[in-house]
Nanobody, 123 residues
Framework: QVQLVESGGGLVQPGGSLRLSCAAS????????IGWFRQAPGKEREGVSC????????GYADSVKGRFTISRDSAKNTMYLEMNGLKPEDTAVYYC????????????????WGQGTQVTVSS
């Protein structure tokens, strides 16, 4: 059974940084498209960032470009989301996911999801 476990969420002040981690077990991340998504209260889940399995190219939502960085550590079978310059509007539950397809910010491309980790940006 595919398992994804997120960690690293928390409370941070505006302008601060956090790094989210997502450890995978029972499969190898390198073979899949991987992504980070978020869902704020009352809003739909949205794609934040992703790495395509085909060529390891990355994708970012316009709202996080230049502030967030996605990465993957093959040896640890773990993916990361480095978040800098955090804003109150970044507050959400963040999810990692594994799937396929070149439209890698699309929620429907991902059958496997972690449990989510809360990120709150507030002074």
């Amino acid at each position: 059974q595919v398992q994804l476990v997120e960690s690293g969420g928390g409370l941070v002040q505006p302008g601060g940084s956090l790094r989210l981690s997502c450890a995978a077990s029972r499969f190898t991340l390198d073979y899949y498209t991987i992504g980070w998504f978020r869902q704020a209260p009352g809003k739909e889940r949205e794609g934040v960032s992703c790495i395509r399995s085909s060529d390891s190219s990355t994708g970012y939502a316009d709202s996080v470009k230049g502030r967030f960085t996605i990465s993957r550590d093959s040896a640890k079978n773990t993916m990361y989301l480095e978040m800098n310059g955090l804003k109150p509007e970044d507050t959400a539950v963040y999810y990692c996911a594994v799937g396929s397809g070149s439209t890698c910010l699309r929620v429907g491309n991902y059958p496997y999801w972690g449990q989510g980790t809360q990120v709150t940006v507030s002074s």
